[in-house]
């Protein structure tokens, strides 16, 4: 079969063949559909994070959102057809209490492996094998959309922060922020634009008209804010305080900055993970502003199967015409270099097996 | 009566001799026993902050941090000699959503005075009067203590806020690491020490032995940490990583290098309201540690009934020999200035009106 690999020495990103693979006796075959591609695929190609290959292998798998159908269930509750999403961490032995949980989305770094990103082989193959517990099911309508549930699980877990995080009182937000016109971006700005929690949502950007990222805010009902034209720290005014920024940028200073663009009580949550930087900060500001306003600022990372079934509810709720929007480019697998490249007019990349 | 009061030209601090007070009819008058002075008092003395009189007063009343007994109970259900402890906020009107829910500590800035802070009369009188809404019982045997209430509720809102916003999975928090020596820090690393929470606790400072706060920590179980000799980013190597860290310093760079002390999924919450103070920070650092370790930061600010309830049981099943010895000196009200005053002896410091 066809997989697409990275061979760490380079980097070097290769469309290999491999043997198909044989599931286990705990293991289900599943063939690929489409498989999405996001900027921590493109960080990992370039050799900037993760990027391991399993022990006793030479090149990693990648791809990590991804949609199959069960081609041989083996012993588990799965039908062959039937269509699923995997999720992407795996525990190291020994399994901590994280993994007995089905909570390695908070297990400390370090005791897990990541599919497609780090010591474990992704999803960019023409087959893979999971064991039951890591697949998510995705309604059959929505086949051709399910690389879309690994990402929206992002959101949906920084959703499930920030109100668990408020739960402990009468907490009315209004307002969504989301930092970053990526793919990411994009696609949280329209789970928060069509979902209950919000009234108004906002994305941050720096582009010029015409241009399809603004397009696509606007198409959901959001308001683009131009990051030349107003600072975070001026977004209250200008806008209105939001009660809740969603961070995408992976630009550092948003981490701080993210906190005054805030009204009272609300809760920032960051997604980026930027490399080293040192700059300087109003700091004594960003501090009593998170006091004497009870802000709060949660890193979020990864998810779980909660997350995952979210995601693939508010798939189902929303028309194929939105999920169209995001979607950019379609390539085959040996298109998988102008899939990972990286323009003014990329959203969301897909490779499909199905070309 | 004898009140202390704060004429903010100067600004100039006066033991004044003002008419006690009558109670209207939806008010409780209480005879004031002692009251705790902390670090915003010494602020809001010297000018830094608040020390608004009430509208049409020439003065404020200083003091939040009081026990006292109803001496008229009018028409509430407190009886005469009930040993209470006052509230600190107060709705402007109209009341918003905050004061009906009793949630006014999450109440945005601007919508309510603080008793003694700002906007309102506070409690280092001879008598107060107050609705009993915003009064919280003591019980007699803790009378002599009941000033530690209004303190110890910010450190059961800070645990209140940490709990809950990791509620979402099996959270395990082992080790609690307080910044800063203060009568805050001293009294939550108490709390800290004391309940079910935490296993291990330790309290930052910058002191050389011998010196009361470090016997203090020690004799509480907790320990010592001199920040001349490790920063908080080195905290994990050589103790171990936080799991909840309370800063009390209102040192700005605490409220990013905090962080760096945390473990996995840990949670800082901020209590300290520094001035403005512009730095240089490793951001980057920052930003990708909050993300891939699920770490979060919190602002904490006030407290409600429920806290206040938690710390009064707190104060009953803790020793009173605890208790005393974070009392560093009461004084008479004539006084005032002796207890206001800030030493390497200093802890906690009470005005009594029973000497």
Request: aromatic share 8%; net charge negative.
């Amino acid at each position: 079969m066809q997989a697409v690999a990275l061979y760490p020495e380079g980097p070097d990103l290769r469309v290999v063949e491999k043997p198909k693979p044989v599931p286990a006796d705990d293991e289900v075959l599943v063939r690929t559909l489409h498989v999405g591609i996001d900027g921590s695929d493109r960080r990992i190609v370039a050799g900037d994070i993760g990027g391991d290959p399993p022990d006793g292998d030479d090149h990693l798998v990648v791809g990590h959102e991804a949609v199959g159908v069960v081609e041989d269930p083996t012993g588990s509750s799965f039908e062959r057809g039937d269509v699923v999403t995997p999720m992407v961490r795996r525990p190291k032995d020994p399994p901590s209490r994280f993994a007995e949980n089905e909570e390695l989305d908070m297990a400390p770094p370090g005791t897990f492996h990541e599919c497609g990103i780090t010591g474990a082989h992704g999803f960019m193959a023409e087959y893979f094998t999971v064991e039951p517990e890591y697949l998510v099911s995705v309604p059959d309508d929505r086949a051709d959309y399910g690389f879309f549930v690994e990402p929206a699980s992002i959101a949906e877990k920084a959703l499930d922060q920030a109100f668990t995080a408020r739960s402990g009182f009468d907490w009315r937000p209004e307002s969504a922020f989301v930092l970053g016109n990526g793919n990411l971006g994009l696609l949280a700005l329209a789970r928060f634009s069509t979902g209950d929690e919000f009234d108004r949502t906002y994305c941050l950007g720096r582009r010029d008209r015409p241009d399809p990222t603004i397009e696509f805010v606007e198409s959901v009902g959001g308001t683009y804010v131009d990051s030349r034209e107003t600072e975070l720290s001026e977004f209250p005014a200008v806008y209105e305080p939001a009660d809740f920024v969603f961070e995408t940028t992976g630009y550092p200073q948003h981490s701080i900055e993210a906190v005054s663009a805030l009204g009272p009580n609300g809760i920032v949550t960051l997604q980026g993970i930027p490399g080293d930087s040192t700059f300087e900060v109003e700091g004594g500001g960003f501090h009593s502003d998170l006091v004497v306003n009870n802000k709060g600022v949660l890193g979020v990372v990864n998810s779980r199967r909660p997350h995952f079934e979210a995601a693939v509810e508010w798939l189902q709720a929303v028309p194929t015409s939105l999920l169209d929007g995001l979607v950019s480019g379609v390539y085959a697998v040996d298109g998988v270099e102008d899939a990972l490249s990286d323009t003014d007019e990329t959203i969301k990349t897909v490779v499909s097996f199905e070309k």
